[in-house]
């Protein structure tokens, strides 16, 4: 049986809805030195996403990690079109949720990121709470 379909229901932070290419990691993320805010790429060493640009793509990681600043990386990295689509969370994390809510960038959290796989195609609806798969990647 295929993911396509699959809807997986967290809460809504904040609201907003999109589709856009999966970019998962089991690793937490810190926008502050973890994520170029000239580029948009990841740099911090030995991350699952180390040299993977994280614009425009839905960002898939368990929990947020780090400075307060991160935020702030958040709403620069939006400002220059590198942020991220979405953000889908397993655990909110308040430097996170911060940077989502300052920079508009629709967010759900309480997802089990188990099922989801980069390259997925995810509709994340951040008024509902829930990311469903609308294709899956091989």
Do not use: Q, W
Request: aromatic content about 2%; overall charge neutral; proline content about 4%.
């Amino acid at each position: 049986m295929g993911r396509e379909g699959l809807v997986l229901k967290g809460k809504g932070v904040v609201e907003g809805r999109v589709l856009g290419e999966a970019l998962v990691s089991s690793m937490s993320v810190s926008f502050l030195g973890g994520v170029d805010p000239k580029t948009g790429v990841v740099v911090e060493k030995g991350h699952d996403l180390e040299g993977k640009c994280i614009a425009g793509k839905v960002l898939c990681f368990p929990h947020g990690k780090g400075s307060t600043v991160g935020s702030y990386v958040l709403l620069a990295l939006k400002k220059k079109g590198l942020a991220p689509l979405a953000l889908v969370n397993e655990v909110a994390d308040p430097i996170v949720v911060v940077g989502a809510v300052i920079a508009g960038i629709p967010m759900v959290v309480g997802v089990d990121l188990g099922p989801l796989r980069t390259g997925d195609v995810l509709e994340v609806d951040g008024s509902r709470g829930l990311v469903r798969v609308v294709e899956a990647c091989s």
